[in-house]
């Protein structure tokens, strides 16, 4: 009977709305990212008017390790020695990300289970994730097509085989749809989850079951944002690739031979 109760008072995807030019805009989505995107960029300017050469501060050495270490590494090896011009989206993604899925751990609500969250977080809504893998996937398509010129990038819905070419190009269009859910799925099972906690357990058990899951919420965020990130880093290598047209140019280069 409280599972019937549950599924009947749990709400999916409640906002409050507004709409624009015909556009309905979940306000509290809107002004959660706009608060992420405020964090970030407070972060942001404030290292760099305290980056030094000497002996880094704490918040100079977290991006540092972000940067370097994390981000920089992991794009030079996937794409190489132009890998770095990719760094900065590399960052910035991993980073709001992290900072927009971690917004979620501040109880906003002002009565749990039953009313939305003020501060939800805006990854946690199908909108948000879906808008930065298409920023994503057309990137990497005009890096691919600059990359290959006009018969590389064709001519690679084609390989290894011609009749591959129907799997390759739905291959392409499903990749921005696994970034979207893979993101937005984790982050929406993590609100859901807090939801049946605070409908189905006794009011005096709710706060332990929210500081129990609520650390383990964080981890899913931290892991989240870096799969979204290594994904894009990874299909940007995988766009910039020339290993198959290398191949070809190999297989049909003369070869000399020498006598003595």
Do not use: C
Request: net charge negative; glycine share 8%; charged share 15%.
């Amino acid at each position: 009977m409280r599972m019937l109760f549950a599924a009947k008072t749990i709400e999916v995807g409640h906002h409050p709305t507004a709409t624009i030019l015909g556009l309905t805009l979940d306000l509290d989505i809107v002004f959660s990212t706009l608060v992420a995107a405020a964090i970030f960029l407070f972060l942001g300017f404030k290292m760099s008017r305290k980056a030094t050469d000497g002996v880094p501060g704490k918040l100079q050495l977290m991006w540092e390790i972000i940067v370097v270490d994390l981000v920089g590494d992991l794009a030079e090896s996937a794409v190489g020695p132009k890998g770095k011009r990719f760094v900065p989206l590399g960052v910035t993604l991993f980073v709001f990300i992290l900072i927009s899925n971690w917004l979620g751990f501040i109880p906003s609500a002002m009565h749990p289970g039953s009313s939305f969250e003020i501060l939800p977080p805006p990854t946690s809504d199908v909108n948000l994730p879906l808008a930065m893998a298409l920023l994503v996937i057309f990137w990497v398509h005009i890096e691919s097509f600059r990359a290959r010129g006009i018969r590389g990038y064709f001519g690679h819905y084609g390989q290894p085989f011609k009749a591959l070419i129907p799997i390759n190009v739905i291959e392409e269009i499903t990749k921005p749809i696994t970034m979207t859910f893979r993101l937005f799925g984790n982050m929406f099972s993590g609100g859901l989850m807090i939801a049946v906690m605070t409908t189905l357990l006794p009011i005096y058990a709710v706060p332990f079951g929210e500081i129990v899951w609520k650390p383990f919420d964080l981890g899913i965020g931290v892991i989240q944002a870096f799969i979204f990130m290594l994904l894009a880093i990874l299909y940007f290598g995988m766009a910039m690739s020339h290993e198959e047209h290398d191949d070809e140019t190999l297989d049909h280069q003369p070869v000399l031979a020498t006598s003595h």
